[in-house]
């Protein structure tokens, strides 16, 4: 009998917080819509534009190349993608069930990686793309992403998870590494796989910095760092700011509408947070 108002108490509280989570992006949409005058008035209770301003989205499709930055974005969230899961796979196997000299100082190395701050290597990575002249490239911009240290913990700990059965019945049937690895063990993974392309897509695709340093050419750069780039030093026109915004969040909405039932399932099962 006590569940019940637990349950409701439990409903009332979640749907606050997703009513919280929701308020950024519902001000980002507001504001689109308000004029200049609007959005940097202190009065609290005006939060619906007056007259919807429809013309913030055409200054900024006249001003922005969305279909070049759109094709640079998801060009870079492609290849990262399918770059991480590749070397994590073969990474996480070889961690999880093969026996090599050095094996677990290699490991190490992986997660001192992930303790460390990404910015650190930043200096290095660019020193190495502007040496071999590939500054303003996609190269460039995919140069970071090529292996995951993530992704081989991720993967590492999804292999060391499968029996050990599952090998020997292979070995007993003639299989070697390559082909236990590829027929047997992989595929097993398609969720964890799943995950890795989920998290490695949102982090390629929010990424600030390492595209604002290598590709400074507005051909070659993202959504992201095009965003940042109409920040002003003095003044910023919030409306178009945030129209850009919204028509920016277009792939990732797409992407999730699209793949809805394989991100769910792929971060429950990782056990992971975004």
């Not at 308000?34 to 001003?63: C, L, M, R, Y």
């Not at 094709?71 to 969230?77: D, G, K, M, P, R």
């Not at 007993?172 to 027929?183: E, H, N, V, W």
Request: hydrophobic residues 55%; aromatic residues 14%; charged residues 10%.
């Amino acid at each position: 009998m006590n569940k019940k108002p637990k349950n409701v108490a439990v409903y009332i509280i979640l749907t606050l917080m997703a009513i919280i989570m929701l308020v950024p992006f519902i001000w980002m949409v507001l504001t689109a819509f308000k004029t200049i005058a609007e959005t940097t008035q202190v009065d609290p209770f005006v939060v619906f534009p007056s007259s919807w301003q429809f013309g913030n989205f055409a200054e900024v499709i006249k001003a922005m190349d969305f279909i070049r930055l759109y094709f640079n974005t998801i060009l870079l969230i492609a290849l990262r993608v399918v770059l991480a899961v590749v070397t994590a796979n073969l990474a996480g196997y070889a961690f999880a069930r093969l026996e090599f000299k050095g094996k677990n100082l290699m490991f190490g190395l992986v997660l001192f990686q992930m303790m460390i701050p990404a910015q650190i290597f930043i200096i290095p990575q660019y020193v190495i793309i502007s040496k071999l002249h590939l500054t303003n490239t996609i190269f460039g911009l995919v140069f970071p992403g090529l292996v995951s240290a993530f992704g081989t913990f991720l993967m590492r700990q999804a292999y060391m998870g499968m029996p050990k059965e599952l090998e020997e019945a292979a070995r007993l049937d003639g299989c070697s590494i390559p082909q236990t690895f590829f027929y047997i063990m992989a595929p097993l993974t398609k969720s964890s796989m799943v995950a890795l392309g989920i998290f490695t897509s949102v982090f390629a695709y929010k990424e600030l910095m390492w595209p604002m340093i290598v590709c400074p050419d507005s051909r070659y750069t993202t959504l992201a760092s095009a965003l940042a780039k109409m920040q002003g030093q003095y003044s910023t026109d919030y409306p178009e700011l945030m129209a850009a915004a919204l028509i920016a969040c277009i792939p990732m909405i797409v992407l999730y509408v699209a793949f809805q039932k394989q991100f769910i399932e792929g971060i429950a099962t990782s056990g992971s947070k975004l």
